[in-house]
């Protein structure tokens, strides 16, 4: 599925895929990709910056829970919330496909390197691979029913228990350690 419009510095190709015209002047940070998805620095920092700005006596993997019932409470675009022309477009796009995997990514080392502080080098970084696994199913979940036709709250009443089930895992796999 494709968006109705198309976006400004991505032309497509005969295959259909996406890609930067060649006559686009942006520099790398200002990629078309990434002025679509124009909150990704905010959405790879998101996670670390709970970690680090947690309660007094907040285990991490608390607030990273705490913090992902508050974006479903908000209907946040952190966990993928947005109209689903927007969704289509972005699920349409093989490049932007390819760069929230990228983003997805960036943001897992984000968290790990947050989570270091807490954590040995090898735990951050398999706790922090599990907490964006979460993030990135409840996502892709999101963005799932969003096309589906679900409104918001239809989608974050359906979440929330699978929210919940995911990091009650996590508690126990970290208890395991």
């Known amino acids: 599925m494709r968006a109705s419009g198309p976006v400004p510095g991505l032309e497509a190709t ?7 015209s060649p006559h686009s002047v942006e520099p790398a940070t200002n990629r078309p990709r990434d002025l679509v998805l124009d909150i ?12 680090a700005g947690r309660r007094p006596g907040e285990s991490p993997l608390a607030a990273l ?3 992902c019932f508050e974006d479903l409470a908000r209907r ?3 966990l993928g919330f ?9 699920t349409g ?6 760069r929230l995997r990228e983003i997805h990514e960036e ?3 984000a968290l790990a390197a947050a989570l270091a502080e807490e954590f ?4 951050a970084g398999l706790v922090a691979a599990h907490v964006v696994a979460v993030h990135r199913t409840l996502f892709r979940e999101v963005q799932r029913r969003t096309l589906a036709g679900q409104d918001a709250d239809e989608i974050a009443a359906a979440l929330e228990p699978r929210a919940v089930q995911a990091f009650d895992a996590l508690q126990r796999l970290l208890e395991e350690r």
Do not use: C, K, N, W
Not at 14 to 20: H, I, N, V
Not at 93 to 98: E, K, V
Not at 120 to 123: K, M
């Open 14 to 20: 005969r295959d259909g895929t996406d890609q930067a």
């Open 40 to 51: 990704h620095e905010e959405f790879i920092a998101r996670l670390g910056e709970v970690v």
């Open 65 to 67: 829970r705490r913090a």
């Open 76 to 78: 946040d675009a952190m």
């Open 82 to 90: 947005a109209g689903p022309d927007f969704v289509r477009l972005v």
């Open 93 to 98: 796009s093989p490049t932007l496909r390819a």
């Open 107 to 109: 943001r897992e080392a």
């Open 120 to 123: 040995d080098e090898f735990t």
